[in-house]
């Protein structure tokens, strides 16, 4: 199985602020990398496709890159409604395979 | 507008199944996979497996064969997971998610269902 580690595992910035999350795939995983976003009791939801790919009506201040084995995701300036929790996902392989998530606080 | 609708919260004792539904609605079925993850209470998400709603085929994680079965039913654009033989462990909301590209396997998922809590009580 692919293993997904992301980092950090959480994190604490203040509005305007940029940030960035990192993701790392145990083996060579091409640009087959998915961003999504889960707030608190809420399914998640598909931020950025394809390692860089924004999703249709999100928000241009999401933004992912990477390929091969290193990814990253980053809020350039981060808002109030941004608070969640962010996964990254790979489906170069079965299983599918997650992240473990980074929860995203306002300091 | 595309949506999936799940269906209600269970209540299973350990070594009973359980089924959930997923119904499509505003798109071609048959034209897109469909995906079943899920969630243990505070963890991340974990992937089951998915299903072609055209032909029926499915593939399921190592982790699940033996006690997962996913089906669907085309005259109602519905999907379904049955796990069997649950455990404490099964508890978790169970989620299905399409592929947002037609006629792929893989991609992101959008949209998700909204989950269904399966709890497991003696």
């Known amino acids: 199985d692919i293993q997904m580690t992301q980092s950090p595992s959480s994190l604490s910035a203040s509005v305007g602020d940029r940030v960035t999350i990192t993701c790392q795939a145990s083996?060579?995983?091409?640009?087959?990398l998915n961003w999504y976003q889960q707030k608190p009791g809420k399914a998640p939801k598909l931020l950025i496709y394809?390692?860089?790919n924004l999703e249709t009506g999100v928000p241009s201040r999401f933004s992912g890159s990477g390929s091969g084995t290193d990814f990253t995701f980053t809020i350039s300036s981060l808002q109030p409604e941004d608070i969640a929790t962010y996964y990254c996902?790979?489906?170069?392989?079965?299983?599918?395979?997650f992240g473990g998530g980074t929860k995203v606080e306002i300091k | 507008q595309v949506q999936l609708v799940q269906s209600g919260a269970e209540v299973k004792k350990p070594g009973a199944s359980v089924q959930v539904s997923c119904k499509a609605s505003?798109?071609?079925?048959?034209?897109?996979?469909m995906h079943w993850v899920r969630q243990a209470p505070g963890q991340g998400l974990e992937w089951m497996g998915w299903?072609?709603?055209?032909?029926?085929?499915?593939n399921y994680a190592q982790k699940f064969k033996g006690r997962v079965t996913m089906t669907r039913d085309t005259s109602i654009t519905t999907v379904y997971m049955e796990l069997s033989r649950l455990r404490s462990a099964d508890a978790a909301m169970y989620y299905c998610?399409?592929?947002?590209?037609?006629?792929?396997?893989?991609?992101?998922?959008?949209?998700w269902g909204q989950g269904t809590l399966v709890t497991i009580s003696s």
């Open positions: 998610a399409r592929v947002y590209s037609a006629s792929v396997v893989g991609g992101g998922f959008d949209p």
């Open positions: 505003g798109y071609t079925f048959t034209a897109y996979y």
């Open positions: 299903i072609n709603p055209k032909s029926g085929g499915t």
């Open positions: 083996q060579d995983i091409s640009k087959y």
């Open positions: 394809d390692a860089s």
């Open positions: 996902q790979q489906y170069d392989n079965v299983p599918l395979t």
